[in-house]
Every structure is written in C-alpha cells, then in structure tokens.
C-alpha cells in the first residue's frame, strides 16, 4: 500500500505523495507543515488609547462612549442644583437634620424639651452661655486667636482684647475687681500678668523690669485710663 510521504503519518497516499490532510495543507500553504499563527493585535483608533479593538475601531470604552453620547469623549457633567430643606422653626436658616429640625434646635429639643429662639444663643448675635463649672459666660468664635479647641472663648478675653486692640497672650489673665464672674463691664476688668525672671540676681530682675515695661508701655496706659474711667462706657464683643 501506498503511504503517504509526511514523517510519521500512515495515512493512505492520496495525491502529491501526501494523504489528503497534508495534500490539501500543501495545495493551500505549499507546504505539508501548518505555518504558525500570527493574529495581528488590533488597537483602539482613538489617539493615545493602547486598548483591544472592540467594534468599529473603538475600544470597549470607547464604543460604550460613541454609542451613548455619539462621541469618544465625555461631555461636560452639569450638576443638578439640590434642594436644600431648612429647619421648620420660624426664621432659622439651618440645613435640616432629623425631624423636621436643625442640629441645634433638635439638640436643644432633646436636652431642654423645647427649640427655643431660632437664633444661636453662643454666636455673635447670642446671648452666649454660662458655664457651670466656672461660672464664666462664653461666646463661639473659632477664628478668635484666643478661642479654645472647641471654638469656645470667654467674654472678659474678648472684651479685654478690644481694649488692648490685641490677643492676650499666653503669661496674660482677666481678673474682676467686683468678684462678679458675670460683670464685665471694662471698669470692673483687670489686666493681670503671672511672669518673672528666674533667679534672684538683682541686676536680671531690674533688666528684667525695664524689658516689660518697654513691651507693655501702650497696655499699662490703657489701664491707667480704663483705671480713671476715660475708657467708654461698655466695650461689647
């Protein structure tokens, strides 16, 4: 019998010297052998896009884009303006936060059964309020440079800073002449500062003396005047 002339194949001859599988690879290729595949990557016609062709020359992406905004770029996002819904107390206008109320009113529901004014009672328009464990009365002003952490500052601080036209510093505190943590009028407001040189050498306490004088000459006159009265009657924060 026959064979066909391919190593290893025991086909039975049927054209060419080959059988008909490796006759019809050598009529088709020129030779018995199956060339190697070479499939040819396709990329995305969009500039600067290394991703697969998907369809009509675009890219998964890119096709997604063109079909739903006839583009292979994203159009400008246009924000819808939400509606802000405001606290149903009469004349506040705060974010709405649970129940129909503000934060602060819903606060003020929770812990005195009742809203209360619509405005702040801490803020520049307040009241403030008195705290009970020093018996001070304090304002929220978080940009003061003198606020605490929580944005919380005496009102003696605030008014004792206008009056020196400054923050007080660190070394610096408010006394009241009266006792009365409450009256803060200016003429019941005391400058008092706990600093002192360390040592007992007489020369650095006189150098000492004649350097704070120097620093504080313009506070000391304001005291002298708010001492005497000069001062207006009520300086407010």
Request: overall charge positive; some cysteine.
């Amino acid at each position: 019998m026959h064979l066909c002339s391919f190593p290893d194949c025991n086909r039975k001859y049927f054209s060419h010297n080959y059988c008909s599988k490796h006759s019809w690879r050598f009529l088709k290729y020129g030779t018995p052998h199956l060339p190697e595949k070479t499939k040819e990557i396709r990329l995305c016609s969009v500039l600067g896009c290394n991703k697969k062709y998907k369809g009509k020359g675009y890219c998964v992406m890119h096709l997604y884009r063109f079909k739903r905004y006839g583009t292979t770029y994203l159009p400008k996002r246009i924000k819808k303006p939400k509606k802000i819904k405001l606290c149903s107390v009469h004349e506040c206008t705060r974010k709405l936060h649970a129940k129909g109320l503000c934060s602060m009113h819903r606060l003020r529901l929770k812990k005195y059964g009742e809203v209360g004014q619509a405005s702040s009672t801490k803020g520049d328009r307040g009241t403030g309020h008195i705290s009970e464990t020093t018996g001070y009365r304090y304002f929220y002003k978080p940009s003061h440079p003198n606020a605490g952490r929580n944005g919380q500052i005496a009102e003696h601080t605030i008014i004792m800073s206008k009056i020196l036209g400054r923050p007080l510093e660190k070394k610096e505190s408010v006394h009241h002449k009266n006792g009365i943590k409450l009256d803060n009028s200016p003429e019941n407001l005391e400058l008092r500062v706990s600093v002192h040189p360390n040592g007992q050498d007489l020369l650095d306490v006189a150098n000492f003396c004649i350097k704070f004088l120097k620093e504080h000459k313009n506070d000391i006159k304001i005291m002298k005047k708010l001492s005497t009265n000069n001062l207006p009657a009520k300086v407010w924060c």
